[in-house]
């Protein structure tokens, strides 16, 4: 059930990173579109006041419409101290006149959690309010386990909105539509039908400057335990038996549920070589900056399917999919000694395009009946470009009170469950060179010919 629509958006760490590059685009979006028709208090330590915080919502908006940006900065003010500070919350709630469902988006470090959410029940915006928190959401199992319950003090767990960006991007969300508005997929979507899944996260960039941040945090902790456990989550769960929020978030659940923990043997680990010599990497830094694992989903419909996922910093390209592989056909008929059939592969692009395409074989024209892959692509991105929109999605969606594209508690500490172990007892990272496709050991993964790309590339 979605909470009420919320009255008052709280933005703690207005004057960061974030809100500049992210969350005021989004507010500006949704403004234009009429979603925003509420008052906006940005909370910081900066010395600014209304005027210097408006100043500084057209500075960042630089470029768009004048007018859009107008109404959005007059729609903000500005509350100057600390977040222990109790004076703090005080102004706050006077600054807030009598909002009785205040949204809080919490654009800060999680170590700050306990005190803004204990300073915003303090003067009872709690009751009747939710937060809204970024990841990490935790560093490990007991962390998030710890995180909850500073959360659960304050707020209800219906009220607690865990932001993950990669849910609000169109392309992840047509996962979800594709698999359950095509009947034509029900009957082989499972373990008899699918021979594997393969997810692929890889950037052409490193680190880009973030070396004291990254180094503390790693493939594994950045993308793997959040964005790729979430997309295995949308292609292997089971359909939802309603459109109450909840009911998605419960099939999500059960697919984590039955994961196996990663056993670290089964996991590569990477380093791109000269990860070493970033700013703020210390010397001797054994972080991954690429991995790759094999996850285990016991359940009747999966049993037996590896669902493959790898991530990684300094490749090659630039590119986010996964790849669902059929089983070959029992009989090769129209193969020959030089070419081979290949199985049927559904493969669902998110960058550097927006495409659905499935590879199906067609007759190679000429006299031989042999055959050839061909693919039946779907461009998303030519229907207009919404690969950016995730800020304003989910935004949106915290002040309309729709939970569904947020992760639950649960799932949140389901998702540490399974990665805690290579967390726990990693193997050392392989250096690799930038602009490769990481560690030739990466092969072992999923051994054999796994061409996983529309230009043929292969997994190692």
Known sequence: MSAPRADALILFGVTGDLTRRKLLPALLALDQAGRLDLPVVGVARSDWDTDTLRDHVRSALEGQDPAAVAQLAGR????????????????????????????????????????????????????GGRIVV???????????IELNAILHKHYDERDI??????????PVQNLLVFRFANSILEPVWNRHHI???????????GIEGRGRFYDGVGAVRDVMQNHLLQMVSLLAMEPPVSDDPDAL????VKVLRAMRPVDPADVVRGQYRGYRDEDGVAADSDTETFAALSLKIDTWRWAGVPFCIRAGKGMAQTVTEAEIEFERPPHLLFSNETRVAQPNRLRFRMKPDNAISLTVQAKRPGPD??????????????????????????????IAGDPRLFARQDGVEEAWRVVEPLLAAPRPALP???GSWGPQEADTVLPGDSCWSAENLCWG
């Not at 970024?134 to 998030?144: C, I, Y």
């Not at 050839?372 to 969606?397: F, K, Q, S």
């Open 249 to 252: 978030r419960d099939e999500k």
């Open 195 to 205: 021979a594997s899944v393969r997810i692929t996260m890889a950037e052409s960039f």
């Open 432 to 434: 690799y060179d930038l």
């Open 369 to 398: 009946m042999t055959s050839r892959p061909i693919d039946l692509t779907v461009d998303n991105a030519a229907e207009g470009d919404h690969g950016d929109d995730a800020y304003e999605r989910l935004l949106g969606d915290a």
């Open 161 to 170: 909105f865990r932001i993950d960006h990669f849910l609000g991007k169109e």
């Open 134 to 144: 970024e990841k990490p959401f935790g560093r490990d199992l007991s962390s998030a």
């Open 76 to 127: 903000f003010t500005y509350v100057r101290g600390e977040y222990t500070a109790p004076a703090t919350f005080t102004r706050l709630h006077e600054e807030l006149d009598g909002a009785r469902h205040p949204a809080a988006y919490l654009a800060v470090p999680p170590t700050l959690f306990d005190e803004v959410a204990a300073g915003l029940a303090s003067v009872g915006m709690s009751e």
